[in-house]
């Protein structure tokens, strides 16, 4: 499995942007679709963007549409996640996951290969 280490969390005021890192140990990062996951005080993590191995795909939920981007570099073995236009909905701790698979990022949570220890993310208004 690949060991996955989250950075770039932090406080920002609303409007503002962020951009989380995940850095991927082993040999084998590009074998893996990666994903970013976030869980809000008293809510179930949920998925907000994922991206193919090849970096070729990327999928983005509704809610962060057009706000989020994740984008992998497979030399570097890291997946970001660039936040603009930050809303304090947007506050959570995100994690990034790591599975085999594209669909089962998208849609199993409780079926990934490896997860980050997370990184807090807090938006103020």
């Known amino acids: 499995q690949v060991q996955l280490v989250e950075s770039g969390g932090g406080l920002v005021q609303a409007g503002g942007s962020l951009r989380l890192s995940c850095a991927a140990s082993?040999?084998?990062?590009?074998?893996?679709?990666m994903g970013w996951f976030r869980q809000a005080p008293g809510k179930e993590r949920e998925f907000v963007a994922a991206?193919?191995?090849?970096?070729?795909?990327?999928y983005h939920v509704d809610s962060v549409k057009g706000r989020f981007t994740i984008t992998r570099d497979n030399v570097k073995s890291t997946v970001s996640l660039q936040m603009n236009s930050l809303k304090p909905d947007d506050t959570a701790v995100y994690y990034c996951?790591?599975?085999?698979?594209?669909?089962?990022?998208?849609?199993?949570?409780?079926?990934?290969?490896?997860w980050g220890q997370g990184t807090q993310v807090t938006v103020s208004s």
């Open positions: 996951a790591a599975s085999r698979d594209f669909e089962t990022m998208k849609t199993q949570i409780d079926q990934l290969d490896s």
């Open positions: 082993g040999r084998t990062f590009s074998s893996y679709a």
């Open positions: 991206i193919s191995r090849s970096g070729g795909i990327r």
